[in-house]
């Protein structure tokens, strides 16, 4: 078995990959801790082959996580933002500061559809362009639905979104307090998607596909006006590209990658663009 880690600063995600089929056996999440005790969380740990981890928690959290695993499974890769990877040129003028779960998704979504706009969905909205030819032109950060709840502090925080809420629903006046808050932080979110997108691909004189990762990817899609795909294990393909393991993976498959959705025509794109500004 092969254990994948996606450990965040809230939610620590994990899955186990069957070594010879491929085939993604069971999966979960925990809490991300001050010290995460993987034996007491991940289960079947002693039919672990090799472990691949993306973290953006503190290095001390990964120190300890790494050398817990090391002592129990012995083969343990870690995933770092490098200059470079996979065709991929990074960014950021240092490069070791992208977040790393930011750059497994990118190299991910690059390997998927050549140019794209890769946004994830969780603690923080996060939004990356990748150019086709490789090029990363680094990207936007912007509080998650639920940060921007608890930055109100209106006792609200913990009456949460319905993912399977419609658009039109949240984006009509809320006629109770939780309602505002929520219709909102969701107008608020899914504009700034929306209007990030058209223009920077206005600006790069590129239509590029757009897919959507994260806890809340589900119904902040329902409000992207622009066609795009949903792929809730993207830095778990961006550790399988790095660190391909099975025939699979060598392969270039990417577990549960979707079906890339032909983004809009550019013109198209320039002109609701337009029509925003002058509203």
Known sequence: MILDL???????????????????????????????????????????????ISSVARKAVLKETVALLRHRVGTVHVARSTPEALGVTNGYEESGRLGVDRWMGVLASYQLAGGCCAVDCGSAITIDFVLPGGRHLGGYIL??????KESLKLGTRNVAIDPDSEAEELLVPGRRTVEAVNHGIYMAAVSAVNRIYSEVCDQQGVA??????????????????????????????????????????????????PKVTSPAALEKIRAALAFSILL
């Not at 069971?26 to 082959?49: H, K, M, Q």
């Open 143 to 148: 509080p998650g639905l639920r940060l921007m």
């Open 208 to 257: 590029l596909p757009m897919i959507l990762t994260g806890g809340d990817a589900r119904v902040v899609s329902r409000g992207i006006q622009m066609p795009h795909a949903l792929w809730p294990d993207m830095v778990y393909g961006g550790l399988e590209a790095c660190f391909p393991l099975t025939a699979a993976e060598r392969a270039g498959h990417m577990s549960g990658a």
């Open 6 to 52: 996606d450990i965040g600063n809230t939610l620590s995600k994990w899955r186990l990959k069957d070594a010879d089929s491929s085939e993604i056996r069971s999966r979960g999440a925990v809490w991300t801790r001050e010290e995460w005790r993987p034996g007491a969380d991940i289960p079947d740990l002693d039919v672990v082959e090799a472990v691949r």
